[in-house]
């Protein structure tokens, strides 16, 4: 297990970045294990692939990594993937992003990506908050958190991400948190091998920005709290209706997965048609 | 073993980042047809971004730009090449920066409006120095205004639009020939400077036809940008050669290149709490531009009175130009002295070339599309030194001749 995490270090971390930027107890080191390890499961060549990400914690991901990286602007990065991703299809896209990143001021490239099945792997730090900024509210705050924008607990209602790609079409979703790592690097794999839009939410412990104001200050505690608070799918399934019904839980495992046809392959057969010699 | 994700199409045509060769371009001619050929402003522009090796376009419909977008779909995939729209414009200029970075040449076209919302990406493009082109089919605003009437009112927000201290280049046609030239150009300077390039089209030009003589590939100068020279272990992807403009390592060829947005130091790392970092970088930026303003900047002169003092000075640039041609017959055949300058590349501002004007002009009249953009630049090179007319005009029509006759004698 130890040589194992070594060699994940050696061979995909940037050594000049360290220490990095991270609170301490925040999460989004266990996603970068869980994405490096998912990575390298897949066999993925590191000179192929491509992390893109926009602005938030989790967007500084890719300067942790040795790849190439494109570190773009607020909400944009699946644009800029995209654009990535046409120009060179052999290329693997990997984009990190956040839930103000993703659903706030990037929500109308999220649910387009979705619907437009372009290969990529959108994998979402879900902390509840904007934890760079400072603690403000995010579209996926619950209804009662406090953020410092909504010091007497918020009233909006949160978006569930999951749900909203699968809506717009996405091919392949799946919610986790850091708690089960395992299944979080297994999910991310399948997202990586499958060539469709992929989307991968985490739940993700902020204790420093959105959990010392809501009862959750200590790392350990949002374990406790995703633990209690997420059943898995397959669980989930075998309730009855009205069990379902007053189930407050999040349910968390591959929510979707099907075949679609992929953007750059419909391209392909398109340009094949019309080319001319 | 490393293995890459299956691609089914390895064999496909379907490849924008190709090397363009003298092949492909004249793959682009036998498509286009005709060497003469009778077209409109925006169908120029896109002829001309294939005859450059464009073969990456994102944009989003907006009038009176949507017909590049809609070329462009048509003979783009001809071509190997990909055209999306995308969901905005915001996400236009994303994609092209990412296909850029890529190894694509790229474009996205707009107008007013789109044009606001690119800016922040456009910002983003010159601050990681990655070569794309914008076009923007000025129409008349502010916000909505007159969708379908052309203007100049976009001259200032193509240099200052974005927050910040940065420099980009940007272009103004006057014909829908200069579309096409201009739309080449464009991409050379881009791909030499490592810089978004702006061109100011309007509606006037973007919807009139004119006759268009495609280059052949002799004609033209195609300019790829400078790859890596130095080995993956020493490349620095913001390093300073004594050039000012950094080689540009495209992803996916293994240099493992980090590009942010954020103060950067030259091996593409954050450096945002670092003075010196940053104002070398910013600096950079500005200096690779204003250094090779020479280079760069196109005018037009027609100085029949360079030998004489007291002559009357006419500034002009894009559509609005084409008034002043016959303007300036009629004022020549009625005995005046009139020396024209006409604006090719708006940014960098040609400040010289309007201030050697100035020294023997009695007075420069400045008739633009708007109330009052390029004359605050010609006021400032002028530096006192003789009147400025400005001939102000808004609505979506062009200046008549005879608007500027009048403005030019002073009984207008």
Known sequence: MFRKAQHIREKYLEQNMWPSIFCQACGIGTVLSCALRAIDKARLDIDKTVFVSGIGCSSRLPGYIDADGLHTTHGRAITFATGIKLANPELDVIVFTGDGDLAGIGGNHFIHAARRNVDMTVICVNNYNYGMTGAQLSPTTPVGGIATTSPYGNIESPFDLTALAIGAGAPYVAKWTTVYPHETMLAMKKGIEKRSFAFIEVLTPCPIGYGRRNKLKHGKDYLLWFKKNTIGKSRYEKLTEEEKRSCEKIVIGELRNVEEPEFTAEWSKLVDEHFVE | ?412
């Open chain 2, 1 to 412: 073993m490393k293995r890459q994700k299956a691609s089914p199409e390895a064999e496909s045509k379907y490849k924008p980042a190709k090397p363009f060769t003298c092949e492909d371009f004249n793959r682009v001619r036998r498509i286009l047809g005709e060497r003469v050929v009778f077209i409109q402003g925006d169908a120029a522009v896109s002829y001309g971004a294939l005859l450059a090796g464009c073969r990456f376009f994102a944009g989003y419909p907006i009038t009176p730009a949507t017909e590049t977008g809609e070329i462009l779909s048509r003979l783009l995939p001809k071509v190997g090449g990909i055209c999306i729209q995308m969901e905005d414009e915001i996400a236009s200029v994303g994609a092209i920066i990412g296909a850029s970075r890529a190894g694509a040449k790229s474009m996205t076209a707009t107008s007013g409006p789109g044009f606001s919302l690119m800016q922040e990406n456009i910002g983003y493009a010159a601050m990681t120095e990655t070569p794309c082109v914008i076009v923007d089919v000025q129409r008349s605003g502010p916000s909505t205004g007159q969708p379908t009437e052309g203007a100049q009112g976009d001259i200032m927000q193509a240099k200052w639009g974005s927050h910040g201290d940065y420099e980009l280049i940007a272009l103004s046609p006057t014909t829908v020939q200069e579309c096409l030239d201009l739309t080449i150009e464009a991409f050379n300077l881009a791909e030499t400077y490592s810089v978004p390039v702006i061109l100011l089209t309007d509606g006037i030009i973007g919807h009139m036809r004119e006759k268009v003589v495609l280059p052949e590939f002799k004609d033209v100068e195609i300019i790829w940008r400078k790859e890596p020279t130095r080995p993956k272990e020493e490349f620095q992807p913001f390093f300073d050669d004594g050039t000012k403009i950094p080689e540009m390592a495209i992803f996916g060829t293994g240099y493992h290149t980090y590009i942010t947005g954020l103060t950067h130091a030259e091996s593409g790392y954050p450096a945002t709490d670092s003075q010196p970092d940053h104002h070398r970088l910013v600096r950079r930026l500005c200096d690779k531009i204003r250094t090779n303003r020479e280079r760069i900047i196109r005018v037009e002169r027609d100085f029949p009175n360079a030998h004489t003092d007291r002559t009357t000075g006419i500034i002009s640039y894009g559509v609005t130009s084409r008034s002043v041609y016959n303007a300036v017959k009629t004022l020549r055949r009625e005995g005046m002295k009139i020396d024209h300058l006409r604006i090719i590349t708006n940014w960098p501002f040609p400040e010289k070339e309007v201030a050697e004007l100035s020294r023997r002009a009695d007075r420069i009249v400045v008739p633009e599309l708007n109330l009052g953009q390029v004359y605050h630049c010609v006021r400032e090179a002028v530096a006192g030194r003789c009147d400025i007319v400005p001939l102000w005009k808004t609505g979506g029509e062009m200046h008549t001749p005879s608007e500027i006759v009048q403005a030019v004698k002073g009984t207008g």
